[in-house]
């Protein structure tokens, strides 16, 4: 069978020395256990075959044994290099060599994502001993091109890459590609959310993704049975509906096997697989650890005998391919390899300055550039000017058809422009085909480009925001809908970690053009968790570009112009006035510039810095204030990060006065951001200290409570009172 029965372990577990823990006795999975025949295993210890050998080549397993004992010897000269202060850290994989097969498995159009124990994963799909070091020495950047190698640079959170795998599988099927995506990760990944929403994704989309989890039986010092109460990791592929096998990870005749099934079942439709490779790493967890305390010698010394270098070796060796000649000169050679590596490595010229700010996104906003210029005299250094050139608007037509429209069908038209005009543009989110999405956002859109690209996904808003960074990476147009930016907390780290980085993470290789829809604020009686105002949480995070808009007619053209973008965007939606309708939006495609405000209202007297739910209110207020002779002006940012700094200083130089508004809590809020900013860059033209004007640092009241919460008009003319007085 291919798929053979999961051991249980039972009588063939055995307990730790760990007598005097009050906790239950720690239980470790033996040798015996791993050669069951519960699992694929083709090679025994000895070297024997005790099943049917794989079709692979005589030079394709000289190959595999080389990288392999390049790997043992780089790991252990690693671990030396740690040892004397000439790299910070290191992860070894020893004892886990057998996944050098891997790659010999999949095409060269197939795609790996890493986490960081595959050393020789890596090395058999042609990374030099020096990119590989280079990652542990801490140089920043991917050491490598990702798109070349078709290998992800490292990822430092547990398991989080799974759902770009699952992603990217999608994606590339859906523009009609064929590859494969396998990701690798190890048992205490399996722990994560991540990996539910990967497999669970990956069974219910049936795309060509396989998981090969490492399972050395600890999760730095944590065994797996603390880790999961299931008989195996490869049993969970039961509940996802997709294959799961159970396979000795130590034998890399058992690991291509194994591998080269499920990028076949993958690669004709029939969905993805989840490897367990049970295997044991004979090192610490890194070399920060020490000897581990957490298992015992006796383990370790059982553990021995299942080198899979040894027993590969013995295996050809038997077939006359290869001798001890050879695997002495291939250790000889990565260790001089590796002698020249580091050398090369000290005398490493690291990325300047300028570099680092660039990488950060693909069209640098001002507000960086101008970091990078302080940065660079507060340290004596030249910068030049890395501000992107700004995208020229997209003017409607002066004879353009207009229409009095909602937010919510004006979303809809830039959404459906953007649908029509990009092929591999795609639309994913819960309920967002058949329903419409649950403001009908997207109504209509399902129909008219099919259940493929209108994706009702599966309610997991980390699933959502996963997968769509590795259709990005793929090459798609992913465009999220999460129903309640209170929601979205689940999914920040794929945001934050992921989205936001993966264009300095591999210095520009990547592009990230994605685009997360929020509906956010009060103002409608919504329950908890319905009306909060997150957007601060987004605009700290590097590489991130956070739009929220107040009217239907900029909603329309940032939109537009959030499609086109090449950069991670998240863009938020105020849903009091999703139905509230603008009078003459054009119905033709235009955009709207991110990153520049608009002035709503001219005044003389004080400036309104707002954005979102809160412009209508000042915009009342100031109706109200000009009734008394006060004259204010009105500044809808539009977009957050950036946001217009050069609009609001202008204002302020005028009027001498700031109030700022927003429906988010005060503390970190962006009102502080820019009364900080203009502090710093105006504070001679102020005549009076600047008000914000916020949610209290609580919870947006629910309901009922919501009047609680509320910013009134009265409190905004108040505030602005408070400025005008002497």
């Given at each position: 069978?291919?798929?053979?029965?999961?051991?249980?372990?039972?009588?063939?577990?055995?307990?730790?020395?760990?007598?005097?823990?009050?906790?239950?006795?720690?239980?470790?999975?033996?040798?015996?256990?791993?050669?069951?025949?519960?699992?694929?295993?083709?090679?025994?210890?000895?070297?024997?075959?005790?099943?049917?050998?794989?079709?692979?080549?005589?030079?394709?397993?000289?190959?595999?044994?080389?990288?392999?004992?390049?790997?043992?010897?780089?790991?252990?000269?690693?671990?030396?290099?740690?040892?004397?202060?000439?790299?910070?850290?290191?992860?070894?994989?020893?004892?886990?060599?057998?996944?050098?097969?891997?790659?010999?498995?999949?095409?060269?159009?197939?795609?790996?994502?890493?986490?960081?124990?595959?050393?020789?994963?890596?090395?058999?799909?042609?990374?030099?001993?020096?990119?590989?070091?280079?990652?542990?020495?801490?140089?920043?950047?991917?050491?490598?091109?990702?798109?070349?190698?078709?290998?992800?640079?490292?990822?430092?959170?547990?398991?989080?890459?799974?759902?770009?795998?699952?992603?990217?599988?999608?994606?590339?099927?859906?523009?009609?590609?064929?590859?494969?995506?396998?990701?690798?990760?190890?048992?205490?990944?399996?722990?994560?959310?991540?990996?539910?929403?990967?497999?669970?994704?990956?069974?219910?989309?049936?795309?060509?993704?396989?998981?090969?989890?490492?399972?050395?039986?600890?999760?730095?010092?944590?065994?797996?049975?603390?880790?999961?109460?299931?008989?195996?990791?490869?049993?969970?592929?039961?509940?996802?509906?997709?294959?799961?096998?159970?396979?000795?990870?130590?034998?890399?005749?058992?690991?291509?096997?194994?591998?080269?099934?499920?990028?076949?079942?993958?690669?004709?439709?029939?969905?993805?697989?989840?490897?367990?490779?049970?295997?044991?790493?004979?090192?610490?967890?890194?070399?920060?650890?020490?000897?581990?305390?957490?298992?015992?010698?006796?383990?370790?010394?059982?553990?021995?005998?299942?080198?899979?270098?040894?027993?590969?070796?013995?295996?050809?060796?038997?077939?006359?391919?290869?001798?001890?000649?050879?695997?002495?000169?291939?250790?000889?050679?990565?260790?001089?390899?590796?002698?020249?590596?580091?050398?090369?490595?000290?005398?490493?010229?690291?990325?300047?300055?300028?570099?680092?700010?660039?990488?950060?996104?693909?069209?640098?906003?001002?507000?960086?550039?101008?970091?990078?210029?302080?940065?660079?005299?507060?340290?004596?250094?030249?910068?030049?000017?890395?501000?992107?050139?700004?995208?020229?608007?997209?003017?409607?037509?002066?004879d353009a058809e207009t229409r009095d429209m909602t937010m919510v069908q004006a979303i809809n038209l830039a959404l459906d422009h953007g649908m029509k005009t990009k092929d591999n543009m795609l639309i994913l989110g819960e309920d967002v085909g058949r329903e419409g999405g649950i403001f009908r956002v997207t109504e209509g859109l399902y129909e008219r480009y099919?259940?493929?690209?209108?994706?009702?996904?599966?309610?997991?808003?980390?699933?959502?925001?996963?997968?769509?960074?590795?259709?990005?990476?793929?090459?798609?147009?992913?465009?999220?809908?999460?129903?309640?930016?209170?929601?979205?907390?689940?999914?920040?780290?794929?945001?934050?970690?992921?989205?936001?980085?993966?264009?300095?993470?591999?210095?520009?290789?990547?592009?990230?053009?994605?685009?997360?829809?929020?509906?956010?604020?009060?103002?409608?009686?919504?329950?908890?968790?319905?009306?909060?105002?997150p957007e601060a949480y987004y605009a700290h995070a590097p590489g991130l570009t956070v739009i929220y808009p107040s009217n239907a007619h900029d909603a329309k053209g940032l939109m537009a112009s959030a499609i086109d973008s090449d950069e991670p965007i998240i863009f938020f939606e105020p849903i009091a006035q999703y139905y509230v309708k603008a009078k003459a939006?054009?119905?033709?495609?235009?955009?709207?510039?991110?990153?520049?405000?608009?002035?709503?209202?001219?005044?003389?007297?004080?400036?309104?810095?707002?954005?979102?739910?809160?412009?209508?209110?000042?915009?009342?207020?100031?109706?109200?204030?000009?009734?008394?002779?006060?004259?204010?002006?009105?500044?809808?940012?539009?977009?957050?990060?950036?946001?217009?700094?050069?609009?609001v200083l202008d204002s302020i130089k005028r009027t001498g006065r700031l109030v700022v508004v927003h429906e988010a809590v005060k503390s970190g809020g962006l009102g502080a951001e820019i009364v900080a900013t203009v502090s710093e860059k105006a504070c001679d033209w102020l005549e009076t200290p600047p008000v914000r004007v916020t949610h209290p640092d609580m919870?947006?009241?629910?309901?009922?409570?919501?009047?609680?919460?509320?910013?009134?008009?009265?409190?905004?003319?108040?505030?602005?009172?408070?400025?005008?007085?002497?």
């Amino acid at each position: 069978s291919k798929k053979p029965a999961i051991a249980a372990g039972g009588s063939d577990q055995f307990t730790g020395e760990h007598a005097n823990l009050t906790e239950p006795q720690l239980k470790f999975v033996s040798p015996e256990v791993a050669e069951s025949e519960a699992m694929l295993r083709i090679l025994d210890a000895a070297g024997n075959l005790v099943g049917p050998a794989p079709s692979v080549t005589d030079r394709q397993l000289v190959d595999i044994f080389k990288i392999m004992m390049r790997t043992r010897t780089f790991n252990e000269k690693a671990l030396k290099f740690q040892r004397t202060g000439r790299i910070p850290g290191y992860y070894s994989c020893s004892g886990q060599e057998a996944h050098a097969a891997i790659p010999f498995a999949l095409e060269d159009s197939d795609w790996v994502f890493t986490a960081y124990r595959e050393q020789g994963v890596r090395f058999a799909r042609g990374i030099s001993v020096l990119e590989e070091l280079s990652v542990f020495g801490g140089k920043p950047f991917a050491a490598w091109n990702p798109r070349e190698r078709r290998v992800t640079p490292l990822n430092a959170t547990i398991g989080t890459h799974l759902p770009h795998a699952t992603g990217y599988g999608y994606a590339n099927k859906m523009m009609g590609g064929d590859e494969v995506a396998l990701a690798i990760f190890g048992d205490g990944a399996t722990s994560e959310v991540d990996f539910h929403a990967a497999l669970n994704n990956a069974g219910v989309w049936n795309t060509p993704t396989v998981f090969y989890c490492q399972n050395n039986l600890y999760s730095q010092s944590t065994p797996i049975a603390q880790q999961t109460a299931a008989r195996s990791i490869a049993i969970k592929a039961d509940a996802y509906g997709i294959e799961g096998i159970r396979i000795d990870g130590m034998d890399p005749l058992a690991v291509y096997a194994a591998v080269a099934e499920a990028v076949a079942r993958a690669r004709t439709g029939d969905g993805p697989t989840l490897i367990e490779a049970v295997c044991y790493r004979y090192e610490p967890h890194s070399s920060y650890d020490g000897a581990p305390v957490y298992r015992t010698r006796e383990e370790e010394d059982a553990w021995r005998p299942k080198d899979p270098l040894v027993r590969f070796q013995a295996y050809l060796e038997g077939k006359g391919l290869i001798n001890t000649a050879l695997a002495e000169q291939v250790a000889a050679d990565t260790k001089a390899e590796m002698d020249e590596a580091i050398d090369a490595l000290d005398a490493m010229t690291l990325p300047s300055r300028e570099a680092l700010y660039r990488s950060v996104h693909a069209a640098p906003p001002k507000r960086l550039a101008e970091q990078l210029q302080e940065a660079a005299a507060l340290s004596d250094e030249d910068a030049p000017d890395i501000t992107a050139p700004a995208p020229a608007a997209i003017e409607p037509a002066e004879d353009a058809e207009t229409r009095d429209m909602t937010m919510v069908q004006a979303i809809n038209l830039a959404l459906d422009h953007g649908m029509k005009t990009k092929d591999n543009m795609l639309i994913l989110g819960e309920d967002v085909g058949r329903e419409g999405g649950i403001f009908r956002v997207t109504e209509g859109l399902y129909e008219r480009y099919g259940p493929q690209r209108i994706l009702d996904t599966t309610l997991c808003e980390l699933g959502i925001t996963g997968s769509a960074i590795g259709m990005a990476i793929a090459g798609a147009k992913p465009v999220c809908e999460i129903e309640f930016a209170g929601f979205g907390f689940t999914a920040f780290d794929q945001a934050t970690f992921h989205a936001a980085r993966y264009h300095w993470r591999t210095d520009g290789v990547f592009k990230m053009p994605l685009l997360i829809r929020m509906p956010a604020g009060g103002n409608h009686g919504g329950l908890e968790g319905h009306s909060d105002s997150p957007e601060a949480y987004y605009a700290h995070a590097p590489g991130l570009t956070v739009i929220y808009p107040s009217n239907a007619h900029d909603a329309k053209g940032l939109m537009a112009s959030a499609i086109d973008s090449d950069e991670p965007i998240i863009f938020f939606e105020p849903i009091a006035q999703y139905y509230v309708k603008a009078k003459a939006v054009p119905v033709d495609h235009y955009t709207i510039p991110i990153g520049k405000a608009k002035t709503v209202r001219e005044g003389t007297d004080v400036t309104m810095v707002a954005y979102g739910n809160p412009v209508l209110f000042c915009m009342e207020a100031a109706d109200k204030l000009a009734a008394d002779g006060v004259s204010a002006e009105v500044i809808d940012l539009r977009t957050l990060k950036p946001w217009d700094e050069d609009a609001v200083l202008d204002s302020i130089k005028r009027t001498g006065r700031l109030v700022v508004v927003h429906e988010a809590v005060k503390s970190g809020g962006l009102g502080a951001e820019i009364v900080a900013t203009v502090s710093e860059k105006a504070c001679d033209w102020l005549e009076t200290p600047p008000v914000r004007v916020t949610h209290p640092d609580m919870v947006w009241g629910v309901s009922k409570l919501e009047t609680y919460s509320i910013i009134s008009v009265d409190v905004i003319i108040n505030a602005v009172r408070q400025t005008l007085e002497p």
